[in-house]
């Protein structure tokens, strides 16, 4: 429930990609425990860096995410950290499909292989145990431009394959909607682009709305 700067930095070389991304909350944000209790849980922090290579219709990455403390974004962050019991990082692989222009069908499954992403404890907890949980999304989404607009379009479709404390405790569709992207003129020779988004997740009866300018 805050707004956010999320800068990004890439560099590519036959197929090869080499980046860094990362997502810092403007204002702190808060969580709702019940009726009467909030926990402050600072602002939200996350620096990931990330490297894949593409072949065709075909992409393999791997991400480091690392996301401090949940309760407190702000506090106890060891960046080097890397023993697997406490660390903050996160490894993904990702394999993804991106289909040629005549399908433009878009296919991602991604599984976290090490890191912040544990299993269940002794007593039934996802993410306090002490083994990794391979938590595995999968997504799939079709986009296209609408010529007369202007505007692409890309409605999309994900889930959680199996209980994890990054997704949540349910196996389901956690990812269901559409992001619409329109450059608008701004002089001759730059636009800015805009771009809105909608989604639901349906296992969790929750709804978002999402609107992000790039610069």
Same mark, same amino acid.
């Given at each position: 429930?805050?707004? *956010?700067? =999320?800068? !990004? ?11 860094a991304w990362g997502s810092y909350g403007i204002t702190q =944000?808060? &969580? ?5 209790? /909030?926990?402050?849980? #600072?602002?939200? *922090?996350?620096?990931?860096?990330? $490297? ?13 995410? /690392? ?6 974004? !702000?506090?106890? !962050? ?9 660390? #903050? ?9 991106? #289909?040629?222009? +005549?399908?433009?069908? =878009? ?10 992403? %544990?299993? %269940?404890?002794?007593? @039934?907890?996802?993410?306090? @145990? ?23 379009? %890309? ?16 196996? @389901? ?7 619409? %992207? +329109? ?15 909608? $989604?639901? !997740?349906?296992?969790?009866?929750? &709804? ?8």
């Amino acid at each position: 429930n805050s707004p *956010a700067i =999320q800068p !990004n930095f890439a560099f590519s070389w036959k197929g090869f990609s080499v980046g860094a991304w990362g997502s810092y909350g403007i204002t702190q =944000q808060t &969580m709702q425990l019940n009726d009467t209790t /909030f926990v402050n849980l #600072g602002n939200y *922090a996350e620096t990931d860096f990330y $490297i894949s290579y593409t072949y065709k219709w075909f992409t393999v990455m791997f991400f480091d995410f /690392f996301l401090p403390n949940g309760m407190n974004p !702000n506090t106890d !962050n060891n960046y080097y950290d890397l023993k697997k019991a406490t660390t #903050g990082h996160t490894i993904e692989g990702s394999l993804i499909f991106n #289909g040629p222009e +005549k399908l433009p069908l =878009q296919v991602m499954v991604s599984t976290l292989l090490w890191g912040a992403d %544990k299993n %269940k404890d002794t007593t @039934g907890v996802v993410g306090l @145990g002490d083994k990794n949980n391979f938590s595995t999304y999968i997504e799939a989404s079709y986009p296209f431009e609408i010529s007369k607009l202007k505007m692409s379009l %890309k409605p999309f479709v994900g889930a959680s394959l199996k209980e994890s404390s990054w997704y949540g405790e349910k196996v @389901g569709v956690i990812n269901l909607g559409f992001t619409a %992207k +329109k450059e608008i003129p701004i002089t001759s020779v730059y636009s800015l682009p805009v771009q809105f988004s909608v $989604i639901t !997740n349906p296992v969790y009866k929750s &709804m978002f709305l999402v609107f992000g300018i790039s610069i």
